[in-house]
């Protein structure tokens, strides 16, 4: 039977076309001169080697850039032993009202973004107004909508290796505690590192969330600040920022599925 040509050509449209506006964002942030539309030779100037107007240099996209590492590390720190801790009791939970907990559990992944935004500001600025918006409202936000995802991912590898391990180590004389932090957490370590830089990726990315959460220019993001400048008269160090968050988010992303692809567990005779 003869293949159809179609198909692959369509997909390599698609994919030209997704990612045409990026490698041109990418190409300016390299620019010699200010021009964002005119090739101007290349040049690492909007990056570091501009004394006023690259981001290293500039305090408003250094600034910018730090809260958001700030916010994906301490994502990544509450995230994933809160998810992990879920993961483990959804797993091993039977009785009434599990499946209604598996459920809620996976609303995050499936409610618009800003409807939950929405939500989480209505919130902080009445319920929990001693919180406020800030820093660690922008956290629990993270928090909050990336622990889905450390849950399905733990899970995951929670069916790979099965009860078998664990009651093999505890018939041996293992109490829970060991047999928790000797044989299920390393066995976990694949899930636990895709798991750590999924939520990296998540948060170091995120929009709606963070600007409904802020509270002045000190709680400003990447992602805020590219959408502040993006229609005004911005230099190429708004590319080269937005080059940086690109490279960082898809380092996560890459070495999570690599991490992610853990070799399954596999009994002993």
Same mark, same amino acid.
């Not at 994919?15 to 506006?21: C, D, E, F, N, T």
């Not at 380092?251 to 002993?268: D, I, K, Q, T």
């Given at each position: 039977?003869?293949?159809?040509? /179609? =198909? $692959?050509? @369509? %997909?390599?449209?698609? +994919?030209?076309?997704?990612? *045409?506006?990026? #490698?041109?964002?990418?190409? !300016? ?76 559990? /996976? =609303? $995050?992944? @499936? %409610?618009?973004?800003? +409807?939950?935004?929405?939500? *989480?500001?209505? #919130?902080?600025?009445?319920? !929990? ?141």
């Amino acid at each position: 039977m003869k293949r159809s040509r /179609l =198909l $692959p050509a @369509v %997909t390599w449209i698609y +994919v030209v076309w997704s990612l *045409l506006p990026v #490698l041109i964002a990418i190409r !300016f942030a390299f620019n010699e001169g200010r021009s964002r539309t005119t090739g101007q030779g290349f040049s690492l100037r909007w990056f570091w080697t501009d004394p006023t107007l690259s981001v290293r240099n500039d305090p408003t996209l250094a600034s910018a850039l730090e809260h958001s590492l700030v916010l994906a590390g301490l994502s990544m720190v509450i995230a994933v032993p809160l998810g992990t801790a879920l993961a483990l009791g959804l797993q091993r939970w039977r009785g009434r009202g599990s499946g209604v907990s598996n459920v809620l559990m /996976l =609303l $995050p992944l @499936v %409610t618009p973004e800003l +409807v939950f935004a929405v939500g *989480l500001f209505l #919130l902080f600025t009445s319920a !929990f107004g001693f919180i406020g918006l800030g820093t660690t409202a922008q956290v629990i936000g993270h928090v909050t909508f990336s622990l889905s995802w450390v849950v399905l991912i733990v899970r995951g590898r929670l069916v790979m290796i099965g009860r078998d391990v664990e009651e093999a180590a505890a018939d041996l004389g293992a109490p829970p505690w060991h047999v928790l932090r000797r044989v299920l957490l390393p066995l976990l370590g694949p899930a636990l590192a895709a798991s750590l830089l999924t939520v990296f990726a998540l948060s170091i990315d995120d929009f709606v969330v963070a600007q409904y959460m802020a509270s002045g220019a000190d709680t400003t993001t990447v992602p805020m600040r590219i959408y502040a400048s993006a229609r005004a008269a911005p230099t190429p160090a708004l590319n080269a920022l937005v080059t940086i968050m690109l490279v960082l988010s898809l380092a996560a992303l890459a070495l999570a599925w690599v991490l992610g692809r853990g070799r399954p567990v596999e009994p002993r005779a």
